[in-house]
């Protein structure tokens, strides 16, 4: 059974740091696609950050690009979340789960949970002040 148990959040200013990190369980090693997702309150939940383990291939959404760093720890089973310049907009649950892989130049992992994913970790709280 896929576990997933993230940690790292906190309390931070504006233009401060975090580090999260994303511990796994259930998976064999490989290739896989894994993503980090947020929810702020009384929004959707959205997708942040891929990387497709095969090869390493990340993608971003628009509003974190060259502010998070998606990375992976495959002796550990890990994946973080490296958090930069933080701003108040980014408060939110953070969350890891699997995404939704798709092919252009090679295979990558789009913003999107797997479908039919339903196994959400408790997440981990981020608060950015400004």
């Known amino acids: 059974q896929v576990q997933l148990v993230e940690s790292g959040g906190g309390s931070v200013q504006a233009g401060g740091s975090l580090r999260l990190s994303c511990a796994l369980s259930?998976?064999?090693?490989?290739?896989?696609?894994l993503g980090w997702f947020r929810q702020a309150p009384g929004k959707e939940r959205e997708g942040v950050a891929t990387i497709y383990t095969g090869s390493g291939r990340t993608l971003y959404a628009d509003s974190v690009k060259g502010r998070f760093t998606i990375s992976q720890d495959n002796t550990k089973n890990l994946i973080y979340l490296q958090m930069s310049s933080l701003k108040p907009e980014d408060t939110a649950m953070y969350y890891c789960?699997?995404?939704?892989?798709?092919?252009?130049?090679?295979?990558?992992?789009?913003?999107?949970?797997?479908?039919?994913?339903?196994?959400w970790g408790q997440g981990t709280q981020v608060t950015i002040s400004s």
């Open positions: 789960a699997p995404v939704e892989a798709a092919y252009s130049d090679g295979f990558y992992c789009r913003l999107i949970a797997l479908p039919g994913f339903a196994d």
């Open positions: 259930g998976y064999t090693h490989g290739r896989t696609c």
